[in-house]
């Protein structure tokens, strides 16, 4: 697994961040904007490119899957010789980061092509399997908020079908003034740290980064001498077909998810230790998604977001949020759900307050977008199983 976000460059410096329940929303700094909203930076980066290039979402990932090549055990040289997929999801990097070709075109009625040029380095996966030398099964996501977790389901179905014998799979974004300005325009912007599932969030803030998983199948880990301690045991995933933007006040997609994600793992509901819930701050969607956990899974469970560190990270989020999840397994242990501080009445479920020690082997990660898109993963301790 490799992650990089305003919590840390590193799955360690991210997991020192939740162990202090510190969170660091600033200012922004990459571009500006009139809007004064809060947002998650990735401070410290230094990418090959200057940020004008319009390659920071690019420069995100390929940080992200060095570290999660390297948590591995693979360097570049061993995957020549594998089949190899990338599947890779994104918001800004596929569609956004190409507003200079339109500012010049509208002001002076022509346009250089060095934006579309870099317009088509926002595929993703043909970027990375590109930087990595290899030939690859590729396929960037833009299936807005569950783009990351869309990703790494396609990957996971991409093993089972027998195509390849590991994919690189996630999400990654970078902070654009599109986005800021239209969740600012939706009235979903918060003007201060957001405060997920508490009874007076105002909304979400925008964060960046990268999170990337190596999926494998048994077989290959096997013949390598490899023994992966986490594993991928379901996904689902699930349209409301209700509303652009708003979710189905019954959640229904995201249930039809999680239950095929169960499903497919062959995973009571009583086993999930935790949900790592997509908890965005905004009133609909922590109302809808907290009511439903609770019916899945009864309102004791333990439920967190981790959006109060990263922020919003769109396309990313799914990425990073199974990286969270995996790495909390791992660990055994999970951070506050940091800005939760008042019950809402109208939530049954009780985000964590403090740190806790866990003890269990399940987990689900849930994404929900616009669209009416929700799609949950399903990751657990190996236990020694070839799974």
């Given at each position: ?15 020192a961040s939740f162990r202090a329940a510190r ?100 595929n993703l996966a043909d970027a990375v399997a ?150 965005t701050g905004t009133q609909e969607n922590d ?101």
């Amino acid at each position: 697994m490799g992650a990089v976000s305003a919590p840390g460059l590193t799955t360690a410096e991210t997991l020192a961040s939740f162990r202090a329940a510190r969170r660091q929303p600033g200012k922004l700094t990459l571009f500006e904007s009139p809007l004064d909203l809060p947002v998650f930076e990735v401070t410290r980066f230094e990418a090959a490119h200057p940020y004008s290039d319009g390659v920071r979402t690019l420069e995100l990932t390929l940080h992200a899957v060095r570290e999660a090549l390297a948590d591995a055990a693979l360097d570049a040289s061993m995957l020549v010789s594998a089949r190899v997929g990338v599947c890779l999801g994104t918001t800004v990097a596929s569609q956004l980061n190409d507003l200079a070709f339109y500012r010049s075109y509208k002001a002076t009625g022509s346009a250089s092509m060095d934006p579309v040029r870099r317009y088509l380095k926002g595929n993703l996966a043909d970027a990375v399997a590109a930087h990595l030398g290899i030939q690859a099964l590729t396929v960037t996501v833009t299936n807005a908020c569950s783009s990351g977790a869309d990703a790494i389901a396609i990957g996971a179905q991409w093993i089972d079908a027998g195509l390849c014998d590991l994919v690189l799979a996630g999400g990654a974004d970078e902070l654009n003034r599109v986005p800021l300005s239209g969740f600012h325009a939706l009235g979903l912007g918060c003007p201060f740290p957001c405060t997920p599932f508490d009874k007076h969030r105002q909304g979400l803030n925008l964060g960046e980064g990268a999170g990337v998983l190596v999926l494998e199948s048994p077989a290959h880990a096997a013949a390598r001498g490899y023994a992966p301690d986490l594993s991928l045991y379901g996904h689902g995933a699930a349209c409301d077909a209700h509303h652009l933007t708003a979710p189905h006040p019954e959640g229904r997609g995201l249930r039809a998810a999680v239950c095929q994600a169960l499903a497919l793992a062959r995973v009571r509901p009583e086993e999930i230790v935790f949900v790592n819930a997509h908890g965005t701050g905004t009133q609909e969607n922590d109302l809808i998604e907290g009511n439903v956990i609770a019916a899945l899974f009864g309102p004791s469970l333990h439920v967190l977001s981790t959006k109060g560190y990263t922020g919003h990270t769109l396309g990313a989020a799914g990425g990073l949020e199974a990286v969270f999840t995996g790495l909390a397994l791992r660990e055994g242990w999970l951070p506050p759900s940091i800005g939760f501080s008042e019950q809402d009445e109208r939530i049954p479920i009780t985000p964590l307050r403090e740190h806790m020690e866990i003890h269990g082997r399940f987990a689900i990660s849930t994404s929900l977008a616009f669209g009416g898109n929700n799609t949950a993963l399903l990751l657990g301790l190996t236990k020694g199983e070839a799974q």
